[in-house]
C-alpha cells in the first residue's frame, strides 16, 4: 500500500492543474455512472455523454499514471 502511494504522490509531482481538472471530470463522470438517478427519458444521454467523458480522461491519466510506475526512481 505504501509503494501506491509513493505513485501516487511522484504523479501529483509530476501533474499540473490541467492533470486535476482532468482526473476531477473522470471522477466526475464515473459518479454519474455509477449511481445515474436521471429520469428515463434523460438517462440514455446522460449514461453515454458521461462514458464519453469518462473514457477521454481515464486513458490519458492511466497512460501518465504508467508512465510513473514504469520510470525508475529516484
Known amino acids: 500500500m505504501n509503494k501506491l502511494f509513493g505513485y501516487a504522490n511522484r504523479y501529483l ?5 490541467r492533470d486535476i481538472a482532468m482526473l ?3 471522477l ?3 459518479g454519474i455512472l455509477a449511481g445515474i ?3 428515463e427519458k ?4 446522460a449514461g453515454c455523454v458521461a ?4 473514457v477521454a480522461t481515464y486513458i490519458p491519466l ?3 499514471f ?3 510506475i514504469l520510470e525508475k526512481e529516484k
Request: overall charge positive.
Open 42 to 45: 434523460n438517462r440514455k444521454q
Open 37 to 39: 438517478r436521471i429520469p
Open 13 to 17: 509531482e509530476k501533474s499540473d492543474w
Open 28 to 30: 466526475f463522470s464515473m
Open 62 to 64: 492511466m497512460a501518465k
Open 24 to 26: 476531477k471530470f473522470c
Open 66 to 68: 504508467i508512465s510513473v
Open 51 to 54: 462514458a464519453a467523458v469518462f
